[in-house]
């Protein structure tokens, strides 16, 4: 995509049903074997070298902060499993199996849940909720909420100042209602 410029998703799932049905044809599949294994090997290397390239494109255009240490191991952690799971090295759970690239987008996913900042605010919000309802059943409580979810602030700071804005917009509305009648 970052190549081409064409986004569509609909040439992603022309190009998917293509494969699909190249795959099933075992004249292709022989074609194909007669490659060079050195062809494929710099096949690889452009492409996975491409897409590292495109995805650090990403993080500068995106002014991702490096000196945060969310940022930094989560970036570290997950190119290394990227590049250094090769030769059929996986990850097993049971029938589950997971390559290298599998492995490196897991990590960065958990790695970048695992490291937030806000882990205070979300213990603060969840405990004060519980006493609350001090012996009322959990399940309940979510049922009931305006929300019908546990509405875990990002940061206290920003939501109390989002609350204090909307209660002055609505001040101001009624008064500009009360002006005009």
């Known amino acids: 995509m970052s190549i081409t410029k064409i986004f569509s998703t609909q040439t992603f799932l022309f190009a998917a049903v293509v494969a699909v049905i190249l795959g099933v044809i075992p004249g292709f599949g022989a074609i194909i074997q007669t490659i060079p294994s050195g062809v494929f090997g710099g096949l690889s290397i452009i492409l996975f ?3 590292a390239v495109t995805g650090a494109r990403i993080w500068v255009t995106s002014n991702v902060d490096f000196s945060r240490p969310r940022n930094l191991i989560t970036a570290g952690v997950s190119v290394v499993l990227g590049c250094g799971m090769v030769n059929g090295l996986v990850v097993s759970f049971g029938v589950v199996k997971i ?47 305006p929300k019908g979810d546990l509405d875990l ?22 008064i500009d209602i009360k002006r005009t009648q």
Do not use: H
């Open 153 to 174: 602030p990002i940061s206290t700071s920003r939501r109390d100042s989002s609350d204090a804005e909307e209660m002055e917009l609505e001040r101001r509305s009624s």
């Open 49 to 51: 070298g491409l897409i």
């Open 99 to 145: 390559d290298g690239i599998g492995c490196s987008t897991l990590s960065a996913i958990i790695l970048y849940q695992i490291l937030r900042e806000d882990w205070g605010d979300i213990f603060r919000s969840l405990v004060g909720k519980s006493k609350k309802c001090k012996g009322a059943n959990p399940i309940m409580m979510v049922a009931d909420s």
